[in-house]
């Protein structure tokens, strides 16, 4: 079992991430003595759905103080009344798990209104995995516990896929046309590292533009997918405004897609793209090294452009990601391009080569691992 890099918050909080990456595991281990409720269990759901003061009765039942853990609460966001009430008038302490922020957010609670802390599960990182990590393995079948573990990945990948469709999407009535819906899907996988073209993807899904803004919000809700927003600057060039799209981990963009087998060479780049964004999200909140994550590519360059652009204040560092294991002159061209941005305290560029370079221009091409290690010890800023 890999130890996960995640403390347990003092007070209440939500622990949200898509199925399989391991919430409900964690939370068992840190909180191992909590009441513990689980919404999955059909005929205690069936039970709070029709009569919820069963829940408020079972909350009066546990001690003063002590900690409650609640699976899967997005099924019945109403039962967050109870909670609110059980943390101000019994000072109970929540741990609460769900796959789906949908639910919650159009619950009426907002959230408990900021009483619980947000915390996110993502799927492993190589500073969990260690010497196990293989970047093969994981821009092929991804990193999420449920597949890392399995004997046969690709069937679990095919089978995740449906759950999410089965469980997250039409137990829950997210959407009207669920074969519109499982169109979309194999087509959104086509689109990850790029940006995001509404229109296209109506017109492949065979269903209207409004249709598709729907269902990439539902993507986003259930914690699946996201979008990264172009960066806004001073610099006499215009920014674009369309957003990038990116699945959370790259077992699920290929399952999505149905591709199995060795990864084909024109999939690597979108692939190991998306990984590193995963990362960059997972350090963002686990350690706080930067304020915000946009891309950057100016206007009137259209084939230039940074993959990454992390923010901290008024400094910047540039990060593009390449999939190769040498370096091109080519490769630099977005780097040098965003040269001119005020506050550039580095520009990176991540490939799959064994060693580290700096150009003369002083950018700096580092092996992913070792721009892994820079993230996980905290010294990105120079």
């Given at each position: 079992?890999f130890e996960?890099r995640?403390t347990?918050?003092?007070?209440s909080?939500?622990?949200l991430?898509?199925?399989g990456?391991?919430k409900?595991?964690?939370v068992?281990?840190?909180?191992?003595?909590?009441h513990?409720?689980?919404?999955l269990?059909?005929?205690r759901?069936?039970?709070?759905?029709?009569d919820?003061?069963?829940?408020a009765?079972?909350?009066?039942?546990v001690?003063?103080?002590?900690?409650?853990?609640i699976?899967?609460?997005?099924?019945l966001p109403s039962?967050?009344?109870?909670?609110?009430?059980a943390?101000?008038?019994?000072?109970?302490l929540?741990?609460?798990?769900?796959?789906?922020?949908r639910?919650l957010?159009?619950?009426?609670t907002?959230?408990?209104g900021g009483?619980?802390?947000q915390?996110t599960?993502?799927?492993f990182?190589?500073e969990?995995l260690?010497e196990?990590?293989?970047?093969?393995r994981?821009?092929?079948?991804?990193?999420?516990p449920l597949?890392?573990?399995s004997?046969?990945p690709?069937?679990t990948?095919?089978?995740?896929?449906?759950?999410?469709l089965?469980?997250e999407?039409q137990?829950?009535?997210l959407?009207r046309n669920?074969p519109?819906?499982?169109r979309?899907?194999?087509?959104?996988g086509l689109?990850?590292?790029?940006?995001?073209?509404?229109a296209?993807l109506a017109r492949?899904?065979?269903v209207?533009?409004?249709?598709?803004?729907?269902?990439?919000?539902?993507l986003?809700?259930?914690?699946i997918?996201?979008t990264?927003?172009?960066y806004e600057?001073?610099?006499?060039?215009r920014e674009?405004?369309?957003?990038?799209?990116?699945?959370?981990?790259p077992?699920v963009?290929r399952?999505?897609?149905?591709h199995?087998?060795t990864?084909?060479a024109e999939?690597?780049?979108a692939?190991?793209?998306?990984?590193?964004y995963?990362?960059?999200?997972f350090y963002?909140?686990?350690s706080n090294l930067?304020d915000?994550?946009?891309?950057?590519s100016p206007?009137?360059?259209?084939?230039?452009?940074?993959d990454?652009l992390?923010?901290?204040?008024?400094?910047?560092?540039a990060v593009e990601?390449k999939?190769g294991r040498?370096?091109?002159p080519?490769d630099?061209?977005?780097?040098?391009?965003v040269g001119e941005?005020?506050?550039l305290?580095r520009?990176i560029?991540?490939?799959?080569?064994?060693?580290?370079?700096?150009t003369p221009e002083?950018?700096?091409?580092?092996p992913?691992?070792?721009?892994?290690?820079?993230?996980?010890?905290?010294?990105l800023w120079?």
């Amino acid at each position: 079992m890999f130890e996960r890099r995640l403390t347990r918050p003092k007070g209440s909080f939500f622990l949200l991430g898509p199925r399989g990456t391991g919430k409900s595991t964690w939370v068992r281990s840190a909180l191992p003595k909590a009441h513990r409720i689980d919404l999955l269990e059909e005929s205690r759901y069936q039970g709070y759905l029709a009569d919820a003061s069963l829940f408020a009765a079972e909350l009066r039942a546990v001690p003063i103080g002590s900690w409650v853990l609640i699976d899967e609460v997005q099924r019945l966001p109403s039962l967050l009344n109870e909670v609110h009430r059980a943390i101000e008038e019994r000072k109970l302490l929540f741990a609460l798990t769900g796959s789906s922020a949908r639910k919650l957010r159009h619950g009426g609670t907002n959230l408990l209104g900021g009483r619980a802390k947000q915390v996110t599960m993502f799927p492993f990182v190589p500073e969990e995995l260690g010497e196990s990590f293989r970047v093969e393995r994981a821009i092929r079948h991804g990193t999420i516990p449920l597949i890392w573990d399995s004997r046969a990945p690709e069937e679990t990948l095919s089978a995740y896929v449906q759950t999410y469709l089965r469980e997250e999407i039409q137990a829950e009535a997210l959407v009207r046309n669920l074969p519109g819906f499982a169109r979309f899907l194999p087509v959104a996988g086509l689109m990850h590292g790029q940006q995001l073209n509404i229109a296209a993807l109506a017109r492949d899904a065979g269903v209207a533009r409004q249709t598709v803004t729907g269902y990439v919000e539902i993507l986003a809700d259930t914690l699946i997918a996201n979008t990264l927003s172009a960066y806004e600057s001073r610099l006499r060039v215009r920014e674009r405004k369309h957003p990038k799209f990116y699945f959370f981990d790259p077992g699920v963009v290929r399952a999505l897609k149905r591709h199995t087998g060795t990864v084909a060479a024109e999939e690597r780049g979108a692939l190991l793209e998306g990984f590193v964004y995963t990362l960059l999200r997972f350090y963002q909140e686990r350690s706080n090294l930067y304020d915000d994550i946009h891309y950057w590519s100016p206007a009137e360059a259209r084939s230039t452009e940074v993959d990454f652009l992390l923010t901290r204040g008024r400094e910047a560092i540039a990060v593009e990601v390449k999939s190769g294991r040498s370096l091109r002159p080519l490769d630099l061209r977005g780097l040098r391009a965003v040269g001119e941005l005020p506050g550039l305290a580095r520009r990176i560029l991540v490939f799959l080569g064994p060693v580290p370079l700096t150009t003369p221009e002083g950018i700096e091409v580092l092996p992913l691992g070792a721009f892994c290690q820079m993230l996980a010890e905290g010294t990105l800023w120079p």
